[in-house]
């Protein structure tokens, strides 16, 4: 499977807590993204590197959550300190941005559930 | 900024009924459009996409035409089937930010035999 992997694919954790999550792009896409989904809602964009660089972060990105690509390839997201509201779906994507266009491709997802 | 509407759900359709979900979208300059397709306890798939008006976007014999006039990018099926019961996500992108999707709240399609 060359697809975008994403683990675990479900944590549990007691408010307070940090937890982190790991993403693997597909082969030699040079942007990652990380979107959160809640349920009925559709996902919202967190952040996103341009190979090892992080160029954007979102509002909903507070100062708890942290995420690196140290090296271009795999990205973790950590959230520190979890509150019940950051249960969710995190879901990491890749692309390779060229001239012709941005397909970005997705993760199944890693569910979190606080408690 | 920039946003999509689309048809509120849950939709209900048995076998081989055709398929119709609204998306209208506001953006600040020429979006892309995506339709992505979310099965249970799976993650989004790219449907289809298109990047210009009129432009008309298909796969697994769903489709939808980009109509600038109208700011629409309505997702059809001749005939749906079981399998394609999943939740079906509008989402654009503008240039100059393409790696920010905006997505609509998603329609849940439930097709039954």
């Known amino acids: 499977d060359t697809g975008v992997s994403q683990d675990p694919r479900h944590k549990i954790t007691k408010r307070g807590q940090n937890v982190t999550f790991r993403c693997d792009p597909i082969s030699e896409h040079n942007r990652l993204y990380w979107y959160r989904q809640t349920l009925g809602q559709g996902p919202e964009f967190l952040t996103y590197f341009q190979n090892e660089a992080q160029l954007e972060k979102s509002r909903l990105l507070s100062d708890r959550f942290s995420a690196e690509r140290p090296k271009g390839s795999f990205s973790t997201l950590e959230i520190q300190r979890t509150e019940q509201g950051d249960s969710a779906m995190y879901l990491c994507a890749s692309s390779l941005a060229k001239d012709s266009g941005n397909t970005i491709y997705f993760g199944e997802g890693s569910w979190l559930t606080v408690v | 900024g920039n946003s999509v509407t689309q048809m509120e759900g849950p939709v209900t359709l048995s076998e081989e009924a055709f398929l119709t979900i609204n998306c209208t979208y506001t953006a600040t300059g020429y979006p892309s459009l995506f339709w992505y397709v979310q099965y249970p306890g799976e993650g989004l798939q790219l449907l289809l996409k298109a990047t210009k008006a009129d432009d008309k976007g298909s796969n697994k014999g769903f489709e939808a035409t980009y109509r600038k006039e109208t700011t629409s990018f309505h997702l059809e099926k001749g005939s749906v089937q079981v399998s394609d019961s999943a939740v079906y996500f509008c989402?654009?992108?503008?240039?100059?930010?393409?790696?920010?999707?905006?997505f609509g709240a998603g329609t849940t399609v439930t097709v039954r035999a």
């Open positions: 989402a654009l992108s503008v240039p100059g930010s393409d790696y920010k999707l905006s």
